[in-house]
């Protein structure tokens, strides 16, 4: 059992302090941002910024940190170039709405960075260009949206023998036993960075999907594996790949993730592990040596599940998957193949046509077996 001792508490005061200065390191590069803008402007040169170039292209891996990181290629955005001026004024406006946020000590949600620079006369057609926009921030700076305010909309929990305590100002202090909320606790920035003060698990289970996630729930599997469950729902969020990093970091737990056997579910285990080109400039948000226990695509044959027909776009994701240097090796490789040659893709739920339980007391059971042999 894991019970934070001295040591760790000292450690964690330190990373107290370090907020502070992490703060004032975070607005001096805004204002630097600034500075080169307005000292272009006085020199009557149009405003130029050179930003990593965020593409599968640009990603190498990094043996020291195991995870990919962005290559030394760079791209220009420049008032010269009438194209570049719409998302160079983008930029700019978010790097402003960034600073005001550090100063004021305020947050803010993705979602709600979108409407704010809505409401300013700022041109975003979505939000997903507005998000583009925060991340190339990231990549210019070196900084993660976190650490200028802005956060996503979360929709991850966590349930298991944990006890976290809070640090976020207004709950210093708190605790909260990860297996007293019936459904989990939220994970969102104040569990990303709580304190692990008493621990019982053995183990970390991720899951993709709700309906699984319930089904370890009420079949009691945090309890009959000592596990932490994480639900990702869907591709984890940078508080949610933290969270688990740490778990495994720090308490020392081996990480398992189960995902649906289709090149979406492939993706999502591939990040926790190697990390997302997208966010190749953010270091610390994988888990190098997480499984990825299944669904495979293997296992469609081997278990004999229900399947669907690949679709047009899940031809194109395999793809792409092929032509990404993360997915080089086995069991990534062999299971893209596998999934090209049986032209079929499977749920986790599709366990169940054995028995609603069947997930938890044979297939879960046999992969431990599985990992624990090879």
Not at 142 to 167: A, C, H, K, M
Request: with cysteine; hydrophobic share 40%.
């Amino acid at each position: 059992m894991y019970v934070m001792d001295k040591t760790k508490k000292e450690k964690t005061a330190r990373m107290e302090f370090d907020l502070a200065a992490s703060r004032e390191i975070v607005l001096n590069k805004l204002k630097q941002l600034g500075g080169r803008i307005v000292e272009q402007l006085k020199l009557n040169e149009l405003p130029e910024i050179k930003l990593p170039a965020r593409s599968t292209s640009n990603i190498v891996y990094d043996a020291d940190l195991r995870q990919y990181v962005l290559g030394p290629k760079l791209v220009t955005r420049t008032a010269r170039n009438i194209k570049h001026l719409r998302p160079l004024s983008q930029l700019l406006w978010m790097a402003l709405f960034s600073k005001q946020l550090v100063e004021r000590k305020k947050t803010s949600t993705l979602r709600d960075a979108f409407y704010n620079a809505i409401g300013f006369g700022i041109d975003f057609e979505d939000q997903n260009e507005s998000d583009n926009i925060v991340t190339e921030l990231e990549s210019l700076l070196g900084v993660i949206r976190e650490d200028f305010n802005i956060y996503p909309e979360e929709r991850s929990s966590v349930f298991g023998p944990l006890v976290v305590q809070y640090n976020v100002p207004g709950y210093e202090g708190s605790r909260l036993d990860l297996t007293t909320i019936p459904d989990g606790a939220m994970i969102g920035p104040a569990m990303a960075t709580a304190k692990f003060i008493k621990c019982e698990a053995k183990q970390v289970f991720v899951v993709e999907k709700g309906a699984v996630y319930q089904r370890f729930l009420e079949e009691g599997v945090s309890k009959t594996f000592k596990a932490i469950i994480v639900h990702t729902a869907g591709q984890a969020p940078r508080a949610t790949r933290r969270f688990i990093r740490r778990l495994n970091n720090e308490l020392k737990l081996p990480v398992y993730i189960f995902t649906d056997a289709d090149p979406w579910g492939v993706h999502i285990a591939n990040v926790l592990i190697y990390g997302s080109a997208l966010a190749a400039h953010v270091k610390e948000l994988t888990t190098p040596d997480a499984y990825w226990a299944g669904l495979w695509a293997t296992d469609i044959s081997k278990y004999k599940l229900p399947a669907m027909r690949l679709n047009d776009e899940d031809t194109r994701r395999i793809a792409e998957l092929e032509k990404d240097p993360r997915y080089s090796t086995d069991p990534w490789k062999r299971e893209i193949s596998y999934f090209r040659k049986i032209q079929r893709k499977a749920e986790l739920e599709a366990l169940s046509r054995y028995s609603l339980e069947y997930i938890v007391t044979n297939y879960l059971p046999e992969k431990l077996e599985e990992i624990k042999k090879s």
